[in-house]
């Protein structure tokens, strides 16, 4: 069974690490929709900052529909699909929805985290200031991403033991090779 792991949530809700928890937990390879928008940028000579990979993922929805920026993803990624995998990254339920249809055997993992964290974490990461972080996190696409927890098999909270998590992650893959 190829199992597709999709870890949704805000910017700076812990996605990034809960990934990285997953990966030493189920050593699937890592796939990350801002990393890939973000080489496709870098490769074509377009700027990469935040708010530019944002545009250029609502620009690909807006040209090519929900369905389209999946395939879109899946032919730009330097990893295959073919294979288990972790999915970072994602912000649409509709995207969810696809993957779902183009990959049955996918489950939802959603990185809930308040907002005061998420300033936070920009303005120590990012070095930017809390208007800058507000205004990103303001952004039509982070908007979207609060669709995801509804949908979401399991969630992850900052307070959240990452050992507790793992057994429930492991409790849906079992479940999910029945």
């Not at 509804?150 to 998590?165: C, G, H, S, T």
């Amino acid at each position: 069974m190829n199992l597709r792991i999709c870890v949704a949530g805000k910017i700076s809700s812990g996605k990034s690490t809960l990934v990285k928890a997953i990966f030493l937990h189920v050593g699937f390879p890592i796939i990350s929709f801002g990393g890939i928008l973000r080489d496709y940028s870098m490769s074509n000579g377009l700027p990469a900052t935040r708010r530019d990979l944002q545009q250029l993922g609502q620009e690909i929805i807006d040209r090519l529909g929900f369905e389209g920026f999946v395939k879109w993803m899946v032919n730009h990624s330097a990893v295959s699909w073919d294979s288990s995998l972790i999915i970072d990254g994602l912000r649409h339920v509709e995207i969810y929805g696809h993957i779902l249809r183009m990959f049955p055997q996918a489950l939802l993992v959603y990185c809930d985290c308040n907002l005061k964290t998420q300033i936070s974490r920009m303005i120590t990461r990012d070095g930017i200031g809390e208007n800058e972080a507000k205004q990103i996190l303001s952004h039509e696409t982070e908007m979207h991403v609060e669709g995801l927890r509804a949908v979401a098999q399991l969630i992850f909270q900052p307070n959240d033991r990452v050992e507790n998590f793992m057994k429930g992650l492991d409790g849906l893959i079992s479940q999910m090779r029945i």
